[in-house]
């Protein structure tokens, strides 16, 4: 008798349980199914200086519709080097200088793809050895109202909002 209290204990306990973990399986094995897709992996691009400031004195020229001005970027390289790459678009680059006025040689193609400004620094700067770079420059691309759309080219580029002869009391923006 005692052994048959015994099974009867241990059926009991095992439907129990049975019952009480099935909607957890059940919940393991839809869980896939309700999991959303991620989005395509974007690769940050690699980097070979750290961007530790940028300070821009940047103008505007109303009727060329360009900006001007001059930025300091204050980086530490992380490997040595005597050269580094900064990303510029659709410029007029007029000079490149260390922030002391030091002038600096520079390349810089705006037809190419990559739009990039290649500077060659005064000597080899050590890995996080701190350089201010800076650089004079005019813009050369105004991002023109297009009849097909309300925001132009995507937004590429300044924008010049004005006065005109139909709105003459239109605020510069």
Known sequence: MNSRLFRLKFFALFFGLLLTLAPLINAQQTQPARLKKLPPVNYVRSR???????????RFDWDKEQAFGNTIVTLAPFNETNKITLDASEMLINSVTLSNGTPLKFNYDEKKDKDQLEITL???YKRGEDVSVKVDYRTRYVNKADIETAIGNFGKG??????????PGKPRQ
């Open 158 to 167: 300044l924008r010049f909002i004005k006065p005109s002869p139909t709105n």
């Open 122 to 124: 005064d000597r080899a």
């Open 48 to 58: 070979n200086i750290d961007v530790k400031h940028i300070a821009i004195d940047l």
